[in-house]
């Protein structure tokens, strides 16, 4: 199985809030920044307003696996934050998977090769 890099330090995510682009879709909001590795880290971020820990928690690994399945497609050294928001309570793994392409593809970090 793949392990995927994750952002833990917040001084890493407020560096990409604070320097790097966004764009949003109805489900969720991506922001990404050149990290300069040879590799992508992603970090995912689930207000309480979303719903309880359960909800929350599966939102989360949604978006994981939709990034790990999908990440062979994406261009490498960008640092991705993840935001989920309230439409995204109760949404199917389908649905999570696409928002997540559909945001990729507005960055253009969606390899052509792939």
Do not use: P, W
């Amino acid at each position: 199985m793949d392990r995927v890099n994750g952002l833990k330090k917040n001084a890493d995510f407020v560096k990409v809030y604070h320097d790097g682009r966004s764009y949003a879709n109805k489900y969720l909001v991506i922001y990404t920044l050149k990290n300069h590795l040879n590799c992508s880290r992603i970090g995912i971020s689930v207000s309480k307003k979303v719903g309880n820990s359960v909800v929350r928690h599966r939102i989360r690994r949604l978006i994981k696996e939709s990034y790990r399945l999908n990440q062979y497609r994406l261009e490498q050294g960008y640092d991705i934050v993840v935001i989920a928001r309230k439409d995204a309570k109760g949404k199917s793994y389908s649905e999570i998977e696409s928002a997540v392409m559909h945001l990729a593809r507005m960055h253009h970090i969606v390899r052509a090769d792939a």
